[in-house]
């Protein structure tokens, strides 16, 4: 980890309400192979004991408080803060695979004309192969998480009015500005389920086969098919 010259790589964390699985999240970021990187943490009001379990860490990250204001929100406070030339968001319920930064930045590094870099993921027990960059899909359907390496001077910054499906609202905005990703098709993270925090991510192929057999409520998932029609408007997708 780089804590003294200007980090590759940034690395911020938003947090909200997620003091159970923050440490296994940070313990990847700080066990990865690749260490020219700096890790932001940015505590969105957290009521829970997040303060608490990160007094181990705070020599290690920057740890930046705001009131709560929304996932979005928190995410931009790290990009301010941010000294990176990439940007990694990666959600606290996230434990990354040790070579995780490692093949981001060397495949990123080896696709010039590529913006950023996704992989396959497991969320809960699920794997997710994801699919090779294709504009028409992504259109389609929200299937890159927000979990990416991005070149920063291509980074626009997060509607911070858009509530849900953040991670589709900015890969449509970069596509509408010309830029693409390229895909690593290897699983580098898995996602924990969890209720209540800033990450309740659902893949856009869960709205449409049955929701109980993967353990989400009806709720949540109506949720997002309502975010869903506010970014296809957003985008003109309807």
């Given at each position: ?7 590759n790589?940034?690395?911020i964390?938003?947090a909200y309400?997620?003091?159970?699985e ?15 990187f700096?890790?932001?943490l ?6 829970d004991n ?14 930046i ?7 979005n929100?928190?995410?931009n ?5 941010a ?15 040790p070579?995780?930064?490692q093949l ?9 004309e ?19 960059f ?6 389609r359907m ?10 920063r ?5 997060f509607d911070?009015?858009?509530r849900r ?9 970069m ?15 898995r ?19 049955p929701w ?5 409520r009806?709720?949540?998932v109506?949720?997002f098919?309502?975010?869903e ?5 957003k985008?003109?997708?309807?």
């Amino acid at each position: 980890m780089n804590t003294t010259s200007t980090p590759n790589i940034s690395i911020i964390v938003p947090a909200y309400q997620h003091a159970r699985e923050l440490s296994a999240c940070l313990n990847s970021i700080l066990s990865q192979t690749y260490s020219d990187f700096e890790l932001i943490l940015v505590n969105d009001g957290s009521t829970d004991n997040t303060e608490e379990m990160l007094q181990p860490f705070l020599d290690r990250i920057t740890y930046i408080y705001q009131e709560n204001r929304g996932g979005n929100a928190a995410r931009n406070r790290g990009w301010w803060a941010a000294r990176g030339r990439f940007l990694l968001f990666c959600d606290a319920d996230i434990v990354m695979r040790p070579d995780c930064l490692q093949l981001m930045i060397q495949t990123l590094n080896q696709h010039p004309e590529a913006s950023y870099v996704y992989c396959s993921f497991r969320y809960g027990w699920k794997k997710f192969t994801m699919w090779p960059f294709d504009a028409d899909r992504l259109r389609r359907m929200n299937y890159i998480h927000t979990t990416s390496l991005i070149r920063r001077e291509h980074f626009p910054g997060f509607d911070e009015t858009v509530r849900r499906l953040q991670d589709w609202d900015l890969w449509l905005t970069m596509l509408e500005a010309g830029h693409q990703g390229v895909w690593i098709p290897k699983v580098l993270f898995r996602a924990i389920p969890h209720q209540g925090g800033i990450s309740t991510w659902v893949p856009g192929i869960f709205y449409r086969i049955p929701w109980r057999k993967f353990g989400l409520r009806v709720q949540i998932v109506e949720k997002f098919q309502a975010a869903e029609r506010i970014i296809r408007k957003k985008h003109s997708l309807l």
